[in-house]
């Protein structure tokens, strides 16, 4: 049972959307930023996007990435630190054309990206149409700071496993635990059971 | 990027306020009576949760501004739209009760231990200044001589938080102010925002080996950050903290 904090109530008055916004998080309208380290700024002619730990590797060039089936998607997102933004809008490839492209069998991926961040998901929650590798936002080129050149977008899960600067997945037999998992968080972080550090 | 493992479950915990200290008109730092806490490293945060007496509840992280050792504290800024900072700066008395869980992160932290005795910078926008005193206190109280810059752009004199505080900084930390909007009369600081010319004044030479927190909105960081860089800091070297808006997209 949580103590009363004498003389707080509730001050936004406008109900948020009924089953859009997890518990804990409220809606923000501005985009706000988080990373660790400085913002990397990779030139499009040395990006690549990889895939190891298949078959045999894969790799897209920028150029052999814009030629990939695009999707444009409008959906929610949840960072860990509570801001929820509802209907962003995103352009990018699905991870079900990325990874249609390997033979594999492993269950885990481990996202990497310039700057050395690192995620780690189940391949299970990157296929079916619910994650993508995103270049635009609102219609315009994905800033750097928001991630550009290329984000992953994992919208299901809290957005810090929707990595900034992707590079490539590593195919893993094993679940291992990515920078902020490292440091306490959730390996899963599904925002509608709270999942946001380990243990939870 | 790598890290050491700090697992184990965060359970919430019943805080009281302790005591109440105005830093300006519109930031107040709480020092909390915490039974339970486990300790902390300077630079982690913590969550709060806050309970109307209807059951409503409010979430929300915040940088600890105490070292560890120091009766858990933290400083909180007002935000004329928040939820929970009016009423943690304005309605919040001593005696009070909320909910913490913590410590969280440990990237953003300062040991002091043997492998961070290396020249030290701290970049400070506004109230990011907050997990970087924790990081001074911590060196204050660990007896390190490790030499400390701490650069801190805040619009005015009058927003300066923790002013008496960082006006006697210990020997061998230097405090270094930009004041972005308005000065003092007489007032021969910088007086604009950080560029590449001040963080080159400001910042230890790479050859050095120093070490770079930064912590403010991400329009400030990204700036510092980038700067440091591009006077040659490896990234890895300079650790960021950003919060709030970048206004685009």
């Given amino acids: 049972m949580s103590p009363i904090s004498r003389g707080f109530h509730r001050r936004h008055q406008e109900a948020e959307p009924a089953g859009r916004v997890p518990p804990g998080q409220y809606v923000t309208h501005d985009f706000p930023v988080l990373s660790a380290g400085p913002t990397p700024h990779t030139r499009l002619t040395d990006w690549t996007f990889s895939i190891e730990g298949g078959q045999s590797p894969v790799s897209w060039s920028w150029q052999e990435f814009q030629a990939l089936p695009q999707e444009t998607v409008t959906v929610d997102i949840h960072c860990v630190t509570r801001w929820s933004k509802l209907d962003t809008s995103w352009k990018g490839v699905s991870l079900d054309v990325l990874l249609g492209a390997v033979s594999y069998t492993a269950p885990y991926v481990l996202a990497f990206c310039d700057g050395g961040y690192t995620t780690n998901l189940p391949v299970a929650d990157l296929l079916g149409g619910k994650a993508w590798v995103a270049y635009s936002y609102d219609g315009s080129a994905l800033p750097a700071e928001h991630g550009g050149p290329a984000r992953l977008l994992v919208p299901h899960l809290y957005f810090w496993k929707s990595a900034k600067w992707v590079r490539g997945l590593r195919l893993r037999d094993t679940d291992v635990p990515g920078f902020w998992e490292t440091y306490g968080y959730h390996m899963y972080g599904d925002p509608w059971k709270e999942q946001r550090y380990a243990g939870d | 990027m790598e890290g050491t493992a700090v697992r184990g479950r965060l ?217 440091l860089v591009a006077l040659g800091y490896p990234p890895q070297r300079v650790k960021t903290e950003r919060f709030g808006a970048t206004g685009t997209p």
């Fill in chain 2, 11 to 227: 359970t919430w915990q019943t805080a009281t306020v302790g005591a109440v200290t105005d830093e300006t008109s519109s930031v107040r730092t709480l020092s909390l009576v915490l039974p339970g806490w486990a300790g902390h490293r300077a630079g982690q945060h913590l969550d709060i949760r806050l309970t109307g007496d209807d059951g409503y509840q409010a979430e929300r992280s915040y940088s600890i501004a105490s070292a560890p050792g120091e009766p858990v504290a933290i400083t909180v800024e007002r935000l004329d739209d928040g939820e929970v900072s009016p009423y943690l700066t304005e309605d919040v008395q001593i005696g009070d009760e909320f909910e913490v869980r913590g410590p969280i992160g440990g990237y953003f932290v300062w040991d002091g231990d043997a492998s961070d005795s290396v020249p030290l910078l701290l970049a400070a926008g506004g109230s990011g200044v907050v997990p970087l005193r924790a990081m001074l206190r911590h060196r204050s109280r660990i007896g390190s001589s490790v030499p400390v810059r701490l650069l801190y752009s805040v619009r005015s004199q009058a927003e300066v938080i923790y002013r008496s505080e960082l006006s006697s900084p210990a020997d061998g930390v230097e405090v270094i102010y930009t004041l972005t909007r308005k000065q003092p009369p007489g007032w021969t600081g910088y007086a604009r925002r950080v560029d590449q010319k001040m963080m080159a004044e400001v910042a230890w030479p790479v050859a050095s080996g120093p070490l770079a927190y930064v912590c403010g909105p991400t329009n400030f960081v990204e700036a510092v950050a980038s700067d």
